[in-house]
């Protein structure tokens, strides 16, 4: 079974303070996601990735960066973390090339809280 | 920016009733539709790709009309463990690997 795994499930961090999310995937996938979940706005595209090195924004970047050294590993980081960055964060992965389907694996999610 | 629009719902039906979900996309360069399942406080997990000629998989029947941009997903004799959310998704762009564009979900709550 495909399996994506983010290294936290609940994080609580103040403002200001530098937060990493990580996730890794097992099953080789070349695209890998971050979208965040909040109530009444579905998931939202923060930033995705395509290939090792590589990165596009999604709908709402600011205020996030990410980092994909190895294929597996795709991190989210919050700079400077604000209050109105307090949500659900989800990772997620897809096979690229000819062979995609679109369909995407999951991770069980980071739920940050920032105070 | 590519819109996918669903009825919020929630929708409450009892056991054994047939359930229809709608949604609508905007972009109709889109290739590529699925049906995604979410349960409570879980991740979202595909429940099946919707394709042209429409598609069935057990209790779950899955239509695309391309001329009026969409998509509908029936559940026939609901099942408690149906209750959750479901969230329509397409492609951003033509092709089946582009950035996938998700609705907001329609919430379902199967009843005894």
């Known amino acids: 079974d495909v399996k994506v795994t983010q290294s936290s499930r609940y994080l609580v961090k103040r403002t200001g303070e530098k937060v990493f999310l990580e996730c890794v995937q097992d099953?080789?996938?070349?695209?890998m996601f971050w979208y965040r979940q909040d109530p009444g706005l579905g998931l939202r595209l923060i930033y995705f990735?395509?290939?090792?090195?590589?990165?596009e924004k999604g709908d709402i970047p600011e205020g996030y960066s990410v980092s994909r050294e190895k294929k597996e590993r795709f991190s989210l980081i919050l700079e400077s973390a604000s209050t109105n960055q307090t949500s659900m964060y989800l990772c997620?992965?897809?096979?690229?090339?000819?062979?995609?389907?679109?369909?995407?694996?999951f991770g069980e999610g980071s739920r940050l809280t920032v105070l | 920016r590519k819109e996918v629009e669903q009825d919020p719902g929630p929708f409450n039906v009892p056991e054994g009733a047939t359930v229809a979900f709608n949604c609508t996309y905007s972009?109709?360069?889109?290739?590529?539709f699925f049906w995604y399942r979410q349960d409570c406080r879980k991740e979202p997990k595909l429940l099946m790709s919707?394709?042209?000629s429409g598609n069935e998989d057990g209790r779950f029947t899955a239509q695309l009309n391309r001329a009026s941009q969409y998509i509908s997903l029936l559940i026939r004799d609901s099942k408690l463990s149906d209750s959750a959310t479901y969230l329509c998704?397409?492609?951003?762009?033509?092709?089946?690997?582009?950035?996938?564009?998700f609705g907001k979900g329609t919430k379902l709550s199967v009843k005894p």
């Open positions: 990735s395509y290939d090792v090195k590589m990165k």
């Open positions: 972009n109709s360069a889109s290739q590529s």
């Open positions: 998704v397409v492609t951003d762009y033509g092709g089946s690997q582009g950035n996938l564009i």
């Open positions: 099953m080789d996938h070349e695209n």
């Open positions: 919707v394709y042209s």
């Open positions: 997620a992965s897809s096979r690229g090339g000819t062979t995609g389907t679109g369909e995407l694996f």
